[in-house]
């Protein structure tokens, strides 16, 4: 399907950069959006509940500020990733706020939104809801999202086990909405590659952890850089629900990460970030199959510039094959 009327004409790559949890704060999406791409962060990483007002403000005045002396760029929209579940005590305080402030796209995470998408359409938002299988679409499409997330294997964070072309392809056949691709895409060939399975867009998280702008511990991005798939833990431990971390962080954590212990799910905790003393995305990083493309921590813009031309590349030489 075309892109919503808030994307048409806003974007320099068909990308939307991820909400990581702690990395993700205005200085990493005003400069992603500045450079063309959705830049979005958590609700919950503006502490305390009333930082997320000021955040909002500050990305709008310095976009609207950024657009009137540069009215020749692309300049994407923002978003706000809202966590929908019963120990998110903000969810609600927080959705206000962004209806307060207009929030163009709401990504949401977990339960369907029900209630957090009559919200953004009230004023003529979309939503993008992330999920893992079909029975989870199909539920989130029933309560109206605009869009889909499919977080298929090898995506950082809480990451499915479907692969892209078994999952994507099936809701394809029934899903007319904005359809929205992750896992492992760290360069401009997965971006068209995404796009040439029928995606509408990439979704990137973990490439961005690995820029100037992320607030991410030094340590963590030169980890990114320096290891690969192999060195990728798959465990539900830290949260409750399965997702991909780096194993030499679990391990200076003083766990061991091929002998990890299942969770229970009930104990799902987003308000104190995780079950356990060594808590997820501080001291356990998140991190998706796709590392192995990660040899610099770069700004923004210039990755972004980067990924334009690995993009134009890689279309380019996919028509050329495809003609052969």
């Not at 903000?90 to 206000?96: S, T």
């Not at 770069?298 to 279309?315: C, G, I, M, Q, W």
Request: proline share 6%; with cysteine; glycine share 10%.
């Amino acid at each position: 399907m075309p892109l919503p009327a808030s994307l048409a004409n806003s974007l320099e790559l068909p990308v939307v950069g991820s909400p990581l949890f702690i990395v993700s704060g205005p200085e990493l999406v005003i400069a992603q959006c500045k450079a063309g791409i959705v830049g979005s962060f958590p609700a919950l990483n503006a502490r305390p509940v009333e930082k997320l007002g000021e955040w909002l403000s500050r990305i709008e005045n310095e976009l609207g500020e950024y657009k009137a002396l540069h009215p020749q760029k692309k300049v994407a929209p923002y978003a706000v990733n809202q966590i929908c579940h019963a120990s998110n005590d903000r969810l609600m305080k927080d959705m206000e706020t962004c209806v307060k402030h207009q929030v163009p796209i709401i990504i949401t995470s977990l339960r369907p939104p029900i209630e957090i998408v009559q919200a953004a359409h009230s004023y003529g938002g979309v939503v993008f809801h992330d999920v893992i299988n079909v029975k989870h679409a199909r539920k989130a499409a029933e309560h109206g999202v605009d869009g889909l997330i499919l977080v298929c294997a090898g995506a950082g964070g809480h990451a499915g086990t479907l692969s892209p072309f078994a999952l994507l392809r099936e809701v394809k056949q029934w899903f007319k909405g904005t359809v929205l691709l992750s896992g492992a895409i760290s360069d401009g060939w997965g971006i068209a590659s995404a796009l040439a399975l029928g995606a509408d867009m990439a979704y990137m998280g973990t490439r961005f952890i690995a820029t100037a702008e992320a607030n991410a511990d030094p340590a963590y991005k030169a980890a990114l850089v320096e290891h690969a798939a192999h060195d990728i833990v798959y465990s539900n431990l830290f949260t409750g629900v399965h997702g991909n971390y780096l194993g030499p962080s679990i391990v200076a954590a003083g766990l061991d990460p091929d002998n990890l212990p299942l969770s229970d799910k009930s104990k799902m905790n987003f308000g104190s970030g995780g079950n356990t003393k060594a808590k997820a995305w501080r001291d356990i990083w998140g991190s998706g199959q796709g590392i192995g493309q990660i040899a610099d921590a770069p700004p923004v813009a210039e990755l972004v510039e980067r990924l334009k031309a690995e993009f134009t590349d890689a279309s380019g030489d996919f028509l050329k094959r495809a003609r052969a």
